[in-house]
C-alpha cells in the first residue's frame, strides 16, 4: 500500500552554506519523489538547477544543452516533478535571491 511519507517546504538561499545547494542524491524512504516548484528561477533566483539522472538513455537538458547523462528541469511555478525515489537527483547552487519548493 502506498501513503505519502512527508511532505517538505524546502528552501534554498544564496549565500548560505547549509541550504545554497543540494549536492546529487537519493530519497531512500519512498518509492516516489515529487517536487513542485513554488518560485521561478531567472525572477526569484539565479542558478540553483534541479539535475536529474538517466538511466541508460541519452538525456536532454530543457535548457537547450545535451548531456548523456543526466538533464536540467526548470518546471513553471506551481507545476512539479515525479520520479523513481532511487534515481540521482540535485540542485545546483543558488547565485542569488531564493529558491521554495515542496
Given at each position: 500500500?502506498?501513503?505519502?511519507r512527508?511532505?517538505?517546504?524546502?528552501?534554498y538561499?544564496?549565500?548560505?552554506v547549509?541550504?545554497?545547494?543540494l549536492?546529487w542524491h537519493v530519497?531512500g524512504?519512498?518509492?516516489?519523489?515529487m517536487v513542485?516548484?513554488?518560485?521561478?528561477?531567472g525572477?526569484d533566483y539565479?542558478?540553483?538547477r534541479?539535475?536529474i539522472?538517466?538511466?541508460?538513455?541519452?538525456?536532454v537538458?530543457?535548457d537547450?544543452?545535451?548531456?548523456n547523462?543526466?538533464c536540467?528541469?526548470?518546471?513553471?511555478?506551481?507545476?512539479?516533478?515525479?520520479?523513481?525515489?532511487?534515481?540521482?537527483h540535485?540542485?545546483?547552487?543558488?547565485?542569488?535571491?531564493?529558491?521554495r519548493?515542496l
Amino acid at each position: 500500500r502506498l501513503g505519502v511519507r512527508c511532505v517538505e517546504f524546502l528552501e534554498y538561499n544564496a549565500g548560505s552554506v547549509a541550504n545554497s545547494d543540494l549536492g546529487w542524491h537519493v530519497d531512500g524512504e519512498s518509492l516516489y519523489t515529487m517536487v513542485v516548484q513554488l518560485s521561478q528561477r531567472g525572477v526569484d533566483y539565479s542558478g540553483g538547477r534541479f539535475n536529474i539522472a538517466g538511466r541508460g538513455v541519452d538525456m536532454v537538458d530543457l535548457d537547450g544543452g545535451r548531456n548523456n547523462n543526466w538533464c536540467s528541469i526548470n518546471p513553471a511555478v506551481g507545476s512539479g516533478v515525479i520520479f523513481n525515489s532511487d534515481v540521482l537527483h540535485g540542485v545546483s547552487s543558488i547565485e542569488s535571491g531564493q529558491r521554495r519548493v515542496l
